[in-house]
């Protein structure tokens, strides 16, 4: 029998759906800023069909109606063509004549579909002109100098399209539902992850799910619908990530370090221009293992400093605090670097593990330069049989790399 807590989760999931379905019409503002969000996630699987067509263009376009200016802008942004810019900039022509500060709280431009409709729009037409651009950066200024007790997330994205000065927002999990949702969204987008703590906005989200969950969401506004959806789906995601994650499977990752390298780049003599990335030093390693896993583990803690121990001071790789984890990694030159390894891990796994509320394992990564196969069993043996290292990885340099010590760039 399915758990009742995924029962409701998918219950809430399709209402969310069906929120977003009925706005899902040719030309619906709403259904527009609803895909806009949600691209480019197919989990949905809906079948868009809010696109400005050729028929909706000859029946109900009209460049004096902001509504219908943003509904072809999202279009055309989507599509990439340029066929209908024509249309476009008349109706920008006639949005920017007006003065958006005659328009009172019910106006169209204080509708997030619209304003961001016709940002994207002013955005596509900046090689035409500057001038829509200016006037959508005014409106928003405006709109973001008025008395508001939080800074709407949408207006900050706004702004962000105009490349106008983007406000700073933080983190409330006391806000209204829909704007935490948008919140979520904010922080979730790559330019803004950075400015985002990932305890708070993980807190964020379950209180968006936890409030979800507790009643049904019927007849909303087809982009906050995209907003909530997008928020839950994420968050089933990401619980499901985070039970399969282990230690275990972050071994697994590491060991497709050989695999991946591949495509790592070491153009021979015969290019006018060959492209080499050198491998030279443990620090490059590290590098390498960053990048495998980042995209997997949002807590990933790079040179974690640990407290001190006697009068020595230490600082582990990598640290992933969910998992209580610590990975070390070591650069081997020679045969004979193995057994010196063996002395520095066995050195530092106390230090390393005195606090165990914070970090309880560690995971030792050996990238050998000599490509000494032969020493890989001992070693791996020798460190798994320590009690708190939880596993051993050893991979060897590529054929098409040269060793380190040949490894000139340029």
């Known amino acids: 029998m399915v758990p009742v807590s995924e029962a409701w989760i998918g219950q809430a999931l399709e209402q969310l759906r069906a929120n977003i379905a009925s706005a899902n019409q040719v030309g619906n503002v709403e259904g527009l800023l609803a895909r806009h969000l949600l691209a480019?996630?197919?989990?949905?699987?809906?079948?868009?069909?809010?696109?400005?067509?050729?028929?909706?263009?000859?029946?109900?376009?009209?460049?004096?109606?902001v509504?219908?200016?943003?509904?072809?802008?999202?279009?055309?942004?989507?599509?990439?063509?340029?066929?209908?810019?024509?249309?476009?900039?008349?109706?920008?022509q006639r949005a920017t004549a007006r003065d958006p500060k005659a328009a009172g709280p019910g106006a169209a431009l204080h509708d997030p579909g619209?304003?961001?409709?016709?940002?994207?729009?002013?955005?596509?037409?900046?090689?035409?002109?500057?001038?829509?651009?200016?006037?959508?950066?005014?409106?928003?200024?405006?709109?973001?100098?008025?008395?508001?007790?939080?800074?709407?997330?949408?207006?900050?994205?706004?702004?962000?399209?105009?490349?106008?000065?983007?406000?700073?927002?933080?983190?409330?999990?006391?806000?209204?539902?829909?704007?935490?949702?948008?919140?979520?969204?904010?922080f979730r987008r790559p330019e803004n992850r950075p400015h985002a703590n990932v305890t708070e906005l993980t807190a964020l989200r379950s209180s968006v799910v936890e409030e979800?969950?507790?009643?049904?969401?019927?007849?909303?506004?087809?982009?906050?619908?995209?907003l909530l959806w997008r928020c839950v789906r994420e968050s089933v995601s990401e619980a499901v990530a985070a039970a399969l994650q282990t230690p275990a499977s972050i071994a697994q990752v590491l060991r497709q370090f050989e695999p991946s390298l591949k495509r790592w780049r070491w153009d021979g003599p015969n290019l006018r221009r060959p492209v080499?990335?050198?491998?030279?030093?443990?620090?490059?390693?590290?590098d390498i293992v960053w990048m495998m896993l980042r995209p997997i583990c949002p807590d990933l803690e790079d040179e974690d400093t640990l407290p001190k121990f006697g009068h020595s001071t230490?600082?582990?790789?990598?640290?992933?605090?969910s998992l209580g984890l610590l990975i070390e990694v070591k650069f081997a030159t020679s045969a004979a670097d193995f057994k010196s390894i063996e002395?520095?891990?066995l050195e530092d796994v106390v230090p390393y593990l005195r606090n165990p509320e914070r970090y309880r394992e560690i995971l030792i990564f050996i990238y050998d330069d000599s490509c000494s196969v032969q020493n890989h069993d001992t070693t791996s043996r020798a460190l798994g049989s320590?009690?708190?290292?939880?596993?051993?990885?050893?991979?060897?340099?590529?054929?098409?790399?040269?060793?380190?010590?040949?490894?000139?760039?340029?």
């Open 212 to 226: 979800v969950l507790s009643e049904p969401r019927t007849q909303l506004p087809g982009h906050e619908a995209a």
């Open 114 to 186: 619209v304003l961001i409709g016709l940002c994207l729009g002013a955005r596509l037409l900046r090689d035409r002109s500057t001038q829509h651009t200016a006037w959508c950066a005014n409106v928003v200024r405006d709109l973001l100098a008025r008395p508001a007790r939080r800074v709407d997330p949408m207006l900050a994205y706004a702004a962000q399209i105009c490349a106008s000065d983007v406000p700073r927002l933080s983190i409330d999990t006391h806000a209204p539902l829909s704007h935490r949702a948008a919140l979520d969204w904010w």
């Open 314 to 321: 230490y600082k582990a790789d990598f640290g992933i605090p």
């Open 386 to 410: 320590i009690p708190g290292i939880t596993g051993v990885v050893i991979v060897c340099r590529p054929s098409q790399l040269p060793p380190a010590d040949q490894q000139k760039v340029g």
């Open 40 to 65: 480019p996630d197919t989990r949905l699987g809906l079948q868009w069909t809010v696109d400005c067509d050729v028929e909706w263009m000859q029946r109900a376009y009209d460049p004096a109606n």
């Open 67 to 92: 509504g219908s200016v943003a509904a072809l802008a999202y279009s055309l942004n989507h599509s990439g063509s340029s066929a209908g810019h024509a249309d476009l900039e008349a109706g920008m």
């Open 343 to 345: 002395k520095e891990v």
């Open 276 to 286: 080499r990335w050198p491998v030279r030093a443990e620090r490059e390693v590290q």
